[in-house]
């Protein structure tokens, strides 16, 4: 007698039920990938300034370089110009003149690409990514809506050269 229920107990210990749990799988991977958010990463390609040092180049080939110092933001157009100065404001960099800066000089040359961003490397990384995104795009509201245009969408970084004495 003992002999058959051990048997039994053997017999219900091998077996393992997974209906339930294939059910539940059969729910629950749909509804998974229909809920699920497909994102796309958005990538910059940045560089390191190539123009900094000894080397010579032509002034078709030297992009737009906006130099941001500590209380203002220097745009050279072409090497050897004066550059443009805009003094700081008081919350931080005037965006809004260097955005106005920006577009005349894109409409000026309007198959021009790139620009040269140069920091001091005592201001914020918040400075540089608003310089970034005013020196990339500019914002334009027609009827309400919004709409994003490229000014300079190539961009290359790298560290401000020592401010003149003047």
């Known amino acids: 007698m003992r002999r058959r229920l051990a048997d039994k107990r053997r017999r219900e210990l091998s077996e393992v039920n997974v209906t339930a749990f294939l059910s539940l799988m059969v729910a629950l991977v749909p509804f998974l990938l229909v809920t699920s958010v497909f994102s796309q990463v958005v990538i910059l390609d940045l560089q390191l300034n ?3 040092g000894d080397q ?7 992009p737009l370089t906006i130099i941001v110092r500590e209380g203002r933001i220097e745009v050279v157009d072409r090497p050897g110009e004066p550059a443009t100065r805009i003094n700081n404001g008081v919350a931080g960099p005037d965006l809004a003149t260097l955005s106005r800066v920006l577009q005349e000089l894109k409409s000026a040359s309007s198959e021009r690409l790139d620009a040269s961003i140069l920091m001091e490397p005592q201001l914020s990384y918040d400075a540089l990514i608003q310089v ?10 027609e009827n309400g809506d919004s709409r994003r245009l490229e000014l300079f969408p190539r961009i290359t970084i790298g560290d401000a050269p020592r401010a003149s004495a003047s």
């Open 50 to 52: 190539p123009f900094g």
């Open 132 to 141: 970034m995104d005013t020196v990339r795009l500019r914002t334009i509201e």
């Open 56 to 62: 010579s180049t032509s002034s078709d080939t030297v």
